[in-house]
């Protein structure tokens, strides 16, 4: 075997198991998620953000922490895309466990996400609604937003941040406060400081 057919056999063995590698790095985590963790504030204060179509104003409600599997990953270009481009569709719990996992299938568009579950769940809707949440996520910097592009179907994530309401020109959008609610309103909006995925800062 000639130098130029080793190389070019190394090559295709390289990307084969990079192709196995991200194969592997996205298969989802089988174990039980804790709770969110929120403390809301008392003296809700207000910062204010750089977007895309001038600085927007925010006010803190309450510090949340929050860890899941992502079950959906949409980009927007919608007007709160100014300052929010990404939603997130988490789920934690059991949800994730192989034999609860495979009965729901989730849905994102417009800003809303929605489930479905098999006849054969072994969990019932109120468990998976209160186990599971569409996030509209705002990045605290340039930094914040390239781990947020990176994140894919799948991945293990741990977001670390704000529950907040932002003051558009065209009214308040407030970020629910309680796992319970469903319907309009019933997203999180989250300022985010900090993201792990799949364990990696």
């Not at 934690?92 to 009965?103: A, F, P, Q, T, V």
Request: net charge neutral; with cysteine; hydrophobic share 35%.
């Amino acid at each position: 075997m000639n130098n130029f057919r080793r190389i070019l056999l190394a090559g295709y063995v390289i990307a084969a198991l990079l192709v196995i590698n991200a194969f592997m790095d996205r298969e989802s985590y089988r174990g039980h998620i804790p709770d969110p963790v929120q403390t809301n504030i008392a003296d809700a204060r207000t910062i204010t953000v750089a977007g895309d179509k001038g600085d927007v104003k925010l006010t803190l409600l309450a510090e949340y922490v929050v860890e899941g599997v992502v079950k959906g990953r949409k980009k927007y270009s919608d007007y709160p895309s100014q300052i929010s481009r990404y939603d997130f569709a988490l789920a934690w719990g059991d949800l994730n466990k192989s034999e609860i996992d495979e009965h729901i299938k989730y849905h994102q568009s417009g800003r809303w996400y929605s489930f479905q579950l098999l006849p054969s769940c072994p969990v019932g809707i109120d468990y998976v609604a209160r186990h599971s949440a569409n996030v509209h996520l705002i990045h605290q910097d340039q930094e914040i937003l390239r781990q947020i592009k990176k994140v894919r179907k799948n991945d293990y994530v741990r977001l670390e941040g704000y529950l907040v309401e932002a003051q558009f020109e065209s009214g308040p959008w407030r970020s629910s406060l309680t796992r319970d609610d469903t319907g309009n309103g019933a997203c999180e909006i989250m300022y985010v400081t900090g993201v792990v995925v799949n364990g990696q800062g």
